[in-house]
């Protein structure tokens, strides 16, 4: 830190601060992350991974790596400082003015191409949104924080150990589905509605509510004057079952979208980039960092080709099938009203999911119901004792939470019907731009690749304690 002069404080997260500083010998501004390394060797892998992850993207829309180092029991990461801010403010400036067709699509079209690169890099982002989008002064796209981002070990892994932001996050997620790069489209498809409507698209008062908005995918529609690739992209991008959703690939080369985004790239990013793989090099050094050797011995030191470590990770963990239509589980388990408004949700009473009674203080429970299989039961279980956490602590969620757990920044005021499925539908239904028209095609050409690692984060939270799920939800929010 020597070497640096701190200017300010511009921001604090749940890993520490954000310090925007100027090198002692040189001119220049940069953002310092400034992360408090946690004890444990696993914990301090972790810290590092977002270093490590962020310094092997090379590339104009994301922000750009400088250096890393430690001291003092802090990993601090040095990186380009985006002198536009993140994209959550600059929506919230424009108050009631929505941005121009020409300015969501020269900016969507960026935050694709980023997110392309990440993904042609086999890692995931897992938390896009707006907040995490930043701009330089002249107007060029930066993605940044990947603080949660996790590198796959071939393209066919699946991830399962994430909780992202609930306002961005997929119904596979809700579904305790593995996350895969599907996952990212979605968060950006929230992102564009944002950038469209200045609003969410999935946004509700009580958890349950907003998981079921999600996990039908059912948002309010676009505004008509917006032209119709991007509401036939924005359906597509919630597709619920991710299969269904274009890959970044696609919606920058063969969807309908395509060509409309392409004459909003600066000249220099509309030639096709080549999809890089990984590079012996890279593997070794995010496996040092890392501390997994077995990160390259499936990615690159086998020197197989990608059919060869496919198949290989096939053989060693099934890879798992979509069902067709939307996430099953959660549409089962949600589809019961009564039992979560009278257990986890509502009432602020509890329901042990060991005994599978409801706790006591609970008035006028409901029978006891099994649930079909425990994750969603859980996993509400687990967010409604984050209720008082987040309203201390987190962002988006604590400064309205008392009122409104789940009120957002983008969040409309006052009686707006959020928790109304219905409503939402009923305006879906009376307003779509000539539904029939915006059916998904079929992308037989299309990519998708998820992440192994069986391990259940809802799970993780609960034996971690509440303790645990504070600071993990209170980063991503
Ligand atoms: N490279 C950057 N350029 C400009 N501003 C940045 C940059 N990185 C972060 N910021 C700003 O610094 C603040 C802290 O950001 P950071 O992502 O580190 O934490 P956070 O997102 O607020 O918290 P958390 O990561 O816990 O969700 C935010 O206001 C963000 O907009």
Redesign the pocket.
């Known amino acids: 830190m020597d070497t640096y002069t701190v200017l300010s404080v511009?921001?604090?997260?749940?890993?520490g601060r954000?310090l925007l500083v100027q090198p002692k010998d040189g001119s220049g501004q940069y953002?310092i992350?400034e992360i408090r390394l946690p004890k444990t060797q696993s914990g301090q892998a972790s810290s590092k991974k977002e270093a490590v992850l962020l310094s092997r993207m090379k590339h104009t829309n994301i922000?750009a790596f400088i250096e890393s180092f430690e001291a003092d029991g802090h990993l601090y990461i040095v990186?380009?400082?985006?002198?536009g801010?993140?994209l959550l403010?600059k929506i919230k400036r424009q108050k009631t003015a929505l941005f121009s067709v020409d300015v969501i699509l020269r900016w969507f079209a960026q935050m694709c191409l980023g997110a392309k690169h990440i993904h042609d890099k086999r890692v995931l982002h897992r938390d896009l949104k707006s907040?995490?989008i930043?701009l330089t002064d002249n107007g060029t796209i930066?993605l940044?924080?990947f603080?949660s981002a996790c590198v796959l070990k071939s393209s066919k892994a699946f991830a399962y150990s994430y909780v992202g932001t609930p306002y961005y996050v997929s119904p596979e997620i809700w579904d305790s589905q593995p996350y895969n790069n599907k996952s990212d489209v979605w968060s950006l498809g929230c992102v564009l509605y944002e950038l469209c409507t200045l609003r969410h698209p999935f946004q509700a008062r009580s958890w349950k509510s907003l998981i079921l908005k999600v996990c039908r995918g059912a948002y309010p529609p676009l505004p008509k004057h917006l032209p119709y690739e991007l509401h036939y992209l924005l359906k597509q991008m919630f597709r619920t079952n991710p299969r269904d959703r274009p890959s970044l690939n696609t919606i920058l080369t063969s969807h309908r979208i395509a060509k409309l985004l392409q004459k909003h790239l600066p000249p220099q990013q509309l030639q096709r980039e080549t999809p890089s793989r990984w590079k012996r090099e890279e593997g070794e050094k995010v496996a040092m960092f890392l501390g997994q050797k077995g990160l390259i011995e499936t990615s690159s030191s086998l020197g197989g080709s990608m059919q060869e470590v496919q198949s290989l990770n096939e053989q060693e963990c099934p890879r798992k099938k979509w069902a067709e239509g939307p996430p099953n589980t959660v549409m089962q388990v949600l589809g019961n009203a009564d039992l979560i408004s009278s257990t986890s949700m509502t009432s602020g009473n509890s329901f042990d999911s060991n005994s599978g009674d409801t706790l006591p203080g609970t008035q006028g429970a409901s029978p006891r119901r099994q649930w079909d299989r425990g994750t969603p039961e859980r996993l509400l279980s687990v967010l409604d004792k984050a209720y008082q956490s987040m309203a201390s602590k987190t962002?988006t969620v604590h400064q309205a939470a008392v009122e409104h757990p789940l009120m957002g920044p983008l969040s409309q005021t006052g009686a707006d019907g959020t928790d109304g499925l219905e409503e939402d539908t009923d305006r879906l239904e009376e307003d779509t731009v000539d539904e029939s028209r915006l059916e998904p095609r079929s992308d037989d050409e299309d990519t998708d690749f998820e992440e192994e690692c069986p391990c259940d984060w809802v799970e993780e939270l609960r034996e971690n304690g509440l303790g645990a799920l504070i600071p993990a939800l209170?980063?991503?929010?």
């Open positions: 511009i921001g604090e997260g749940s890993f954000a953002v992350k922000v990186m380009e400082y985006c002198t801010g993140d403010q907040k995490n930043f930066k940044g924080d603080g962002y209170s980063l991503h929010f």
